[in-house]
């Protein structure tokens, strides 16, 4: 029998996902509760509703909220309990929000106002009929900037996502996505498919856009060592081979939460992974390219940035080592 393993940057699960089922955090009971209670509850009653929700999971998620203080002190620095405590909540009220609002415009019909920054970089890709991967982190609310092509472009976005925990809740999320967004949203979920590199180089060629995050890598899959605040850090591969195989470009862009639907998509220049060199060195160029724009985009709005677990565990002596599960290392990054 296999042994169920677990992306390296995700929430650590425990006994309480296999009893709460369904009602578990990440179960299809709380999606399909918060997509009714958005459309359900006028504006002032959805902030009331957020209020005593948010407050409920910031006692019950002790383990997120350890990973959430922990991971911010490279950020911010070191602090004291409460100042911890108000981090942790800040950054989870973000989440909530941010949640909220995807909601909002599929059950309330709210607009989001999303602002370009740098409108240049955006318009270069406006322009040209070939494709490109538009790449981001587990910061901000990266849903809605994925959907501004399609909606007001016109241009079709193949968007990969990771599986959800519960497939129920996957379904879920599929088919609001199909009903609001129509055929040229398309949505794919991560799984062990070999053939998902292939159609997504069949739609670059085809001029289409691609988005997806590069922080985030799955279990078994290939990684490449980088440095994040100074610390070792580890993005998939995947995303950097697609570009060089594709020859298009890897944007980085993240859409930062900046008030009540109002976002900016902050757009990086586009990285270029060469195929005119040694394949591990430029790859791994890239690969640090990118992880620091998301080191900027993390310095810009600490607490959206979503990574709910412990990335550097604390070991005897003071010590920080990579907080991770198995996967394949391609090479360290020149320090």
Same mark, same amino acid.
């Given at each position: 029998?296999?042994?169920?393993?677990?992306?390296?940057?995700?929430?650590?699960?425990?006994?309480?996902?296999?009893?709460?089922?369904?009602?578990?955090?990440?179960g299809?009971?709380?999606?399909?509760?918060?997509?009714?209670?958005?459309?359900?509850?006028?504006?002032?009653?959805?902030?009331?509703?957020?209020f005593?929700?948010?407050?409920?999971?910031?006692?019950?998620?002790?383990?997120?909220?350890?990973?959430?203080?922990?991971?911010?002190?490279?950020v911010?620095?070191?602090? $004291?309990?409460?100042?911890?405590?108000?981090?942790?909540?800040? %950054? +989870?009220? !973000?989440?909530?929000?941010?949640?909220?609002?995807?909601?909002?415009?599929? @059950?309330?019909?709210?607009? #989001?106002? #999303?602002?370009?920054?740098?409108?240049?970089?955006?318009?270069?890709?406006? $322009?040209?009929?070939? $494709?490109?991967?538009?790449? %981001?982190?587990?910061?901000?609310?990266?849903?809605?900037?994925?959907?501004?092509?399609?909606? !007001? *472009? &016109?241009?079709?976005?193949?968007? =990969?996502?990771?599986?959800?925990l519960?497939?129920?809740? &996957?379904?879920?999320?599929?088919?609001?996505?199909?009903?609001?967004?129509?055929? @040229?949203?398309? !949505?794919?979920f991560?799984?062990?498919?070999?053939?998902?590199?292939?159609? +997504?180089?069949?739609?670059?060629?085809?001029?289409?856009?691609?988005?997806?995050?590069?922080?985030?890598?799955? !279990?078994?899959?290939?990684?490449?060592? =980088?440095?994040l605040?100074?610390?070792?850090?580890?993005?998939?591969?995947?995303?950097?081979?697609?570009?060089?195989?594709?020859?298009?470009?890897?944007?980085?862009?993240?859409?930062?939460?900046?008030?009540?639907?109002r976002?900016?998509?902050?757009?990086r220049?586009?990285?270029?992974?060469?195929? @005119?060199? /040694?394949?591990?060195? *430029?790859?791994?160029?890239?690969? &640090?390219?990118?992880?620091?724009?998301? *080191?900027?985009?993390?310095?810009?709005?600490?607490?959206?940035?979503?990574?709910?677990?412990?990335?550097? *565990?604390e070991q005897?002596?003071? /010590?920080? #080592? +990579?907080?991770?599960?198995?996967?394949?290392?391609?090479?360290?990054?020149?320090?």
């Open positions: 029998m296999g042994v169920e393993q677990q992306a390296p940057h995700a929430p650590k699960l425990g006994i309480s996902t296999r009893l709460l089922g369904k009602f578990h955090v990440t299809i009971f709380w999606y399909r509760f918060h997509h009714w209670g958005v459309g359900f509850l006028p504006r002032w009653g959805r902030s009331i509703f957020l005593l929700f948010n407050g409920f999971f910031f006692l019950v998620l002790r383990r997120i909220r350890r990973a959430v203080a922990s991971n911010l002190v490279p911010l620095g070191p602090c $004291g309990w409460w100042e911890k405590q108000r981090r942790i909540y800040r %950054t +989870l009220n !973000t989440f909530a929000w941010s949640l909220t609002e995807r909601y909002e415009q599929f @059950s309330a019909g709210e607009q #989001v106002d #999303v602002r370009i920054d740098p409108p240049e970089i955006w318009e270069r890709l406006r $322009g040209s009929s070939h $494709g490109a991967i538009l790449v %981001t982190g587990h910061i901000g609310n990266w849903e809605i900037g994925s959907m501004k092509p399609a909606s !007001t *472009e &016109q241009r079709r976005v193949h968007v =990969v996502r990771e599986e959800e519960d497939p129920r809740a &996957q379904e879920f999320i599929r088919g609001l996505l199909r009903k609001h967004m129509g055929e @040229s949203y398309i !949505t794919h991560e799984k062990n498919d070999p053939f998902l590199g292939v159609q +997504l180089l069949d739609v670059l060629g085809q001029g289409d856009i691609v988005a997806l995050q590069g922080d985030r890598p799955r !279990t078994g899959g290939r990684t490449i060592e =980088v440095r605040f100074g610390k070792p850090y580890e993005v998939p591969v995947g995303p950097l081979a697609l570009a060089r195989t594709a020859q298009v470009p890897l944007v980085p862009v993240f859409v930062l939460r900046e008030g009540r639907f976002y900016r998509a902050a757009f220049e586009p990285i270029h992974v060469s195929r @005119s060199g /040694n394949r591990d060195v *430029e790859m791994r160029e890239a690969a &640090q390219r990118f992880v620091s724009d998301l *080191e900027w985009a993390i310095r810009e709005c600490p607490h959206q940035w979503f990574c709910f677990r412990n990335l550097w *565990e005897p002596g003071g /010590n920080r #080592v +990579l907080a991770s599960g198995p996967r394949k290392r391609v090479s360290p990054a020149p320090r």
